[in-house]
């Protein structure tokens, strides 16, 4: 079955540590996403990418970085300079411009700052 | 720039009880989709709203969109324990540059026996 696959599930991060979340789709889709979700919060965009070699900062980039050299893969790297980085992350893609489907998340990962 | 409000943001409702939450929306867009997330999990999709005047149910659960009001509701019928949780809505950002969709803050439903 076609899905969406966020490893790890849960992650511990020391201060001062780059850590790198996986995402990787098996559905054919053209777009990916980041989310981050504080406890009782929405969704905040961190970064997106339409296509390969392609991506843009969403609302709340400062202290991550992605890449997207795999039209399957989209992993995000929260860096050190991300004081606060203890959240869910979630993952997700989409068809081109997801206007008929919406998209399709991952189980997404639980980062803690130890 | 496209904004999406939930209301209410947090809802405890009795069992066996009705209500409706709504989704507002700042721009045009004729696309609306439904969410649910669970306690620690992730977002399933519930409803996926493709024009105006669009309704669909499932279950205990409907959604509507009227694109002219810029509104979409999801009405609760005689909630059940089961269906506590988050749910979002998310709005089509056409040729915007947040990404494809936009979410609101979501609505934390609470069941009661």
């Known amino acids: 079955d076609g899905g969406i696959t966020q490893s790890p599930k849960y992650l511990f991060r020391k201060e001062g540590q780059n850590v790198t979340l996986s995402c990787e789709q098996n559905?054919?889709?053209?777009?990916m996403y980041w989310y981050r979700q504080d406890p009782g919060q929405g969704l905040r965009l961190i970064y997106y990418s339409q296509i390969v070699n392609d991506f843009q900062k969403g609302d709340i980039a400062e202290g991550y970085s992605v890449s997207r050299e795999k039209k399957e893969s989209f992993p995000l790297t929260v860096t050190s300079a991300q004081k606060n980085p203890t959240a869910f992350y979630l993952c997700?893609?989409?068809?081109?411009?997801?206007?008929?489907?919406?998209?399709?998340f991952g189980s997404g990962t639980r980062l803690t700052v130890v | 720039e496209l904004k999406v409000e939930q209301n209410p943001l947090f809802l405890s409702m009795q069992e066996g009880k009705n209500y409706t939450i709504y989704c507002n929306y700042s721009t045009t867009s004729d696309r609306l989709y439904w969410y649910r997330q669970d306690p620690g999990k992730s977002l399933e999709s519930l409803f996926v709203?493709?024009?105006?005047?669009a309704v669909k149910q499932e279950g205990r659960l409907m959604a509507s969109l009227d694109t002219k009001a810029r509104l979409s509701t999801l009405h609760i019928t005689a909630a059940v324990h089961d269906l506590s949780a988050t749910y979002f809505c998310a709005v089509n950002n056409y040729g915007g540059s947040q990404g494809n969709l936009i979410f609101g803050k979501g609505t934390k439903l609470s069941v009661k026996p």
């Open positions: 709203l493709l024009s105006n005047g």
């Open positions: 997700a893609s989409s068809r081109p411009r997801a206007w008929d489907y919406g998209y399709t």
């Open positions: 559905l054919n889709h053209d777009a």
